[in-house]
């Protein structure tokens, strides 16, 4: 089974805070993706990456950033951690992009005080 | 453009009662179609999918069919249970484009 795992079920910041959630996938999957959930918005796609190095702009990717320096590793940042960040995270891992399913990890709940 | 659309929750079902939640989308092309499971506090888990029209995607007594001619994959379930009380998302994937679109997600109450 291919499993996703994200570091931290639940995170508390401070406002202003740089913030790191990590993700690691263990199937050799070529493409990860982070989305935040919020109620009433549903999934939004923050940023994905197709390769290691390589990354793509989602449709909320302001106040974050990725890392994709291994490929089982994916890492979104939150470079000043905002109150309207908080949020639960998601990231996803596929292999290809042709007919497969996103394998999701089990959630950050984050929380900006 | 893509997108998907699926029916308002929440739902609230008595135990053995027909589930359906209805699903409609937008795409250019041939899209793969998805439904998801969200329960409370987890992550998404794959519930089916289908890759071309016709084609039905089935899972734990869940069935949808990709319907090219009304662009739907509505969710049935002949007889529901307490522990399929959960959030349900239904998503597509261009078949050329790196991207999953998701419904909003109906919550199903048993």
């Known amino acids: 089974d291919v499993k996703v795992t994200q570091s931290s079920r639940y995170l508390v910041k401070r406002t202003g805070e740089k913030v790191f959630l990590e993700c690691v996938q263990d199937?050799?999957?070529?493409?990860m993706f982070w989305y935040r959930q919020d109620p009433g918005l549903g999934l939004r796609l923050i940023y994905f990456?197709?390769?290691?190095?390589?990354?793509e702009k989602g449709d909320i990717p302001e106040g974050y950033s990725v890392s994709r320096e291994k490929k089982e590793r994916f890492s979104l940042i939150l470079e000043s951690a905002s109150t309207n960040q908080t949020s639960m995270y998601l990231c996803?891992?596929?292999?290809?992009?042709?007919?497969?399913?996103?394998?999701f990890g089990q959630g950050t709940r984050l929380t900006v005080v | 453009g893509n997108s998907v659309t699926q029916m308002e929750g929440p739902v609230t079902l008595s135990e053995e009662a027909f589930l359906t939640i209805n699903c409609t989308y937008t795409?250019?092309?041939?899209?793969?179609l998805f439904w998801y499971v969200q329960y409370p506090g987890e992550g998404l888990q794959l519930l089916l999918k289908?890759?071309?029209?016709?084609d039905k995607g089935s899972n734990k007594g869940f069935e949808a069919t990709y319907r090219k001619e009304t662009t739907s994959f509505h969710l049935e379930k002949g007889s529901v249970q307490v522990s399929d009380s959960a959030v349900y998302f239904c998503?597509?994937?261009?078949?050329?484009?790196?991207?999953?679109?998701f419904g909003s997600g109906t919550k199903l109450n048993v």
């Open positions: 996803a891992s596929r292999e290809g992009f042709r007919n497969t399913e996103a394998f």
């Open positions: 199937m050799d999957h070529e493409n």
């Open positions: 990456s197709y390769d290691v190095k390589m990354k």
């Open positions: 795409a250019t092309g041939y899209p793969s």
């Open positions: 289908a890759t071309k029209a016709d």
């Open positions: 998503a597509l994937s261009p078949y050329n484009f790196n991207k999953f679109y």
